[in-house]
C-alpha cells in the first residue's frame, strides 16, 4: 500500500529565511513524488515532481525537492520565503492514483 | 494551460438532497479525479474513471456515485447528502501515458448540507 506522511503540521518561517518541509512515503516500488501548494480558496498548484533521474528536482517558485531513496524522504525546500510563499503545502505518491499527506501549512512573518 | 471547471465554488443542500458537482476539463485528459479535502486528513480519492463510462472506487466510495458521458466531463453525484459530507470537494484530470504525468486540479467546491 502507498502513504505519505508529513511529519509537521504547521510551520512559522520569517520572510527571508529557508524553509524546508518533511514528507515521508511508503511505496512497492519505484516512487513517483509531487509537490503541490494551496493557497487559501484555490485548488492544488504542482510545484514539482520526481519521476527517475537526479535525486535533485527544481520547480516553479525557487522549490526544489531531494529524492533519498534510503530515506524513503522526498523534502521540500527554498533558501528565501517571501510572503507569498504562506499557504498550505502537499505531498503526493503513486502512479495513476495518488496518496496525499495531511498537509503542512506554512505561515511567513515579516 | 489545463483548466480544470468545477461548476460551484460554495454549495449549501439540506440533509437528504440529492447533490450533483459537475468537472469539466479542457485538454483531452483520459483520467479524471474527484478527492474530499478536510482538515487534518489531506485530500482523499473517492472515484476516479479512465475513460468514458468507466469507473473505480477510491478509498472512500461510501454514499457517493459518479457518472462520465462525456470525456471531458465528470459528475460526483451525492445520493442522499448527509451532514457528514460537508467538505472540500476537489475534482482533477491527468493524461493516461506511461510517464505519470501530474494531476491538475480545479478551485474546489466548498459543500455544506445542513
Known amino acids: 500500500a502507498q502513504s505519505v506522511t508529513q511529519p509537521d503540521i504547521h510551520i512559522t518561517v520569517s520572510e527571508g529565511a529557508s524553509l524546508e518541509l518533511r514528507c515521508n512515503y511508503s511505496?512497492?516500488?519505484?516512487?513517483?513524488l509531487f509537490w503541490y501548494v494551496q493557497s487559501p480558496g484555490q485548488g492544488l498548484q504542482l510545484l514539482l515532481k520526481?519521476?527517475?533521474?537526479?535525486?535533485l528536482v527544481q520547480g516553479i517558485k525557487g522549490f526544489e525537492a531531494e529524492f533519498k531513496r534510503s530515506q524513503s524522504s522526498f523534502n521540500l525546500r527554498k533558501p528565501s520565503v517571501h510572503w507569498s510563499d504562506a499557504a498550505e503545502y502537499f505531498c503526493a505518491v503513486g502512479a495513476d492514483k495518488l496518496s496525499f499527506g495531511a498537509g503542512t501549512t506554512v505561515t511567513v512573518r515579516a | 494551460d489545463v483548466k480544470v471547471t468545477q461548476s460551484s465554488r460554495y454549495l449549501v443542500k439540506r440533509t437528504g438532497e440529492k447533490v450533483f458537482l459537475e468537472c469539466v476539463q479542457d485538454?483531452?485528459?483520459?483520467?479524471m479525479f474527484w478527492y474530499r479535502q478536510d482538515p487534518g486528513l489531506g485530500l482523499r480519492l473517492i472515484y476516479f474513471s479512465y475513460d468514458v463510462k468507466m469507473k473505480e472506487k477510491g478509498d472512500i466510495p461510501e454514499g457517493y456515485s459518479v457518472s462520465r458521458e462525456k470525456k471531458e466531463r465528470f459528475s460526483l453525484i451525492l445520493e442522499s447528502a448527509s451532514t457528514n459530507q460537508t467538505s472540500m470537494y476537489l475534482c482533477?484530470?491527468?493524461?493516461?501515458?506511461?510517464?505519470?504525468?501530474?494531476?491538475?486540479f480545479g478551485d474546489g467546491t466548498r459543500l455544506s448540507i445542513l
Open positions: 511505496y512497492g516500488a519505484t516512487p513517483y
Open positions: 482533477a484530470s491527468s493524461i493516461l501515458t506511461g510517464d505519470n504525468q501530474p494531476q491538475h
Open positions: 485538454m483531452d485528459h483520459e483520467n
Open positions: 520526481y519521476f527517475s533521474g537526479d535525486t
